[in-house]
C-alpha cells in the first residue's frame, strides 16, 4: 500500500526560506471563480452521483443556472470595483454553452484555467487514455476560445486520480511547451507554493487553493450565515497576513456565481474584499502569476530546502 501519493515531501512550514512577491509585497491573494456548467441528465458514474436528489434535479440545476444568467456579472462587477482580476476555474463545456460569459471574463483580461469539461462529469473510474483526452479538450478549448495557454488545472468536482498531475502537465506541455501547465489547485496542502514531483521531471508547484474558504464549502457544507462567512475570510486574511511578516503567503478566495453573487450574500463578499484590498502591501494576482513568480525566483532554493531538511 502507497503511504501517500508521492507528489510532494514533507516541508515544514517554520525557517522555510523567504519569500517576497513582486514589488516588494508580503502577501499574495487571488479570487478563483469556479464558472461551471451542470448537465441536468449528465452520463452516470458508478463513483459519484452528480446530483444529490433523483434525476432530474430541477432545484439544483436551476441555481446553478442562475448563477450563468445572474451572479456571474455581479460578481464580476464587485471585482471590476476593487481591482482584481479573477482566475477562473473553468468548465469548458461552457465555451460552447455560454460564450458569453468567457467573453465578459475575456474582456476583463482574466486568467482562465481547466476545470474539466463538465462539473457534472467525473475523473473517477477513468482509465489513464480517457483522463489524458479529457484534459487536452478542456485546455485546447480553453487556447481556442481565449488565446490563453492554460497554466493551472483544478479536477472537475475535485475528482481527482493519481495521475491527474502527471497527465496535465504532460499534455499541456505536448501542446504549448513548458509556458503551459505549471501548476495545480488540487492538494489543499499548504499557505504558500510547494514543488511538486512529476514523473516528467517538470518544474510544477502546487498553490494555495483553500476549501475552508470555498464558499461552496461554508454554504453548503458547513452551513455559516452570509455575515459569519465574511467574517471568516477577513479573520483567515489577518492570521496569512501577519505570518506574511516571516516570508510570503497566500490567500485565495474560490467562489461560484451561484453561492456568493446571491443578493444576500454579496454584501458580505463585498465587505471582506474592501478589507483585504486596504492593505497596500498585498498583491492582486492571478494564479499564472504566482506560480510563475514563485518558480522563476524561489523554486530551486525550495527544492534544496526540502532535500536539506529531508537530510536531518
Given at each position: ?133 479529457m484534459i487536452k479538450d478542456s485546455i485546447a478549448t480553453i487556447f481556442q476560445a481565449t488565446g490563453q495557454k492554460c497554466a ?155 532535500n536539506n531538511k529531508g537530510a536531518k
Open positions: 500500500m502507497k503511504a501517500d501519493l508521492g507528489h510532494f515531501d514533507y516541508w515544514p512550514y517554520q525557517n522555510r526560506p523567504k519569500i517576497r512577491w513582486p514589488q516588494n509585497k508580503k502577501m499574495a491573494f487571488w479570487v478563483a471563480p469556479n464558472i461551471e456548467f451542470y448537465e441536468l441528465h449528465p452520463p452516470n458514474n458508478p463513483y459519484r452521483k452528480p446530483w444529490p436528489t433523483p434525476s432530474p434535479d430541477i432545484s439544483g440545476y436551476g441555481i446553478r443556472d442562475y448563477g450563468n444568467r445572474v451572479g456571474h456579472v455581479r460578481q464580476m462587477q464587485l471585482l471590476d470595483k476593487y481591482g482584481i482580476r479573477g482566475s477562473v476555474s473553468l468548465s469548458t463545456a461552457l465555451c460552447q454553452h455560454h460564450p458569453e460569459i468567457v467573453e465578459m471574463a475575456k474582456d476583463r483580461n482574466w486568467e482562465f484555467f481547466s476545470h474539466g469539461i463538465y462539473n457534472t462529469r467525473y475523473s473517477y473510474g477513468m482509465s489513464e487514455q480517457q483522463e489524458r483526452d493551472g488545472y483544478l479536477a472537475p468536482a475535485l475528482s481527482h486520480s493519481e495521475l491527474t498531475l502527471d497527465l496535465f502537465a504532460e499534455v499541456a506541455t505536448e501542446l504549448f511547451g513548458d509556458d503551459a501547465g505549471f501548476y495545480t489547485c488540487d492538494l489543499f496542502h499548504d499557505d504558500q507554493p510547494t514543488p511538486i514531483n512529476l514523473r516528467s521531471g517538470k518544474k510544477f508547484v502546487s498553490i494555495p487553493y483553500s476549501l475552508e474558504m470555498n464558499d461552496t464549502i461554508a454554504y453548503v457544507v458547513n452551513k455559516v450565515e452570509p455575515r459569519r462567512y465574511g467574517q471568516m475570510l477577513m479573520d483567515n486574511f489577518d492570521t496569512l497576513y501577519q505570518e506574511a511578516d516571516s516570508s510570503g503567503t497566500i490567500m485565495c478566495i474560490p467562489t461560484h456565481n451561484y453561492q456568493v453573487s446571491c443578493p444576500h450574500r454579496i454584501k458580505a463578499f463585498e465587505q471582506a474584499l474592501e478589507y483585504i484590498t486596504d492593505h497596500d502591501d498585498v498583491w492582486l494576482a492571478t494564479g499564472s502569476e504566482i506560480a510563475k513568480h514563485f518558480i522563476d525566483n524561489y523554486y530551486q532554493d525550495a527544492i534544496t530546502d526540502i
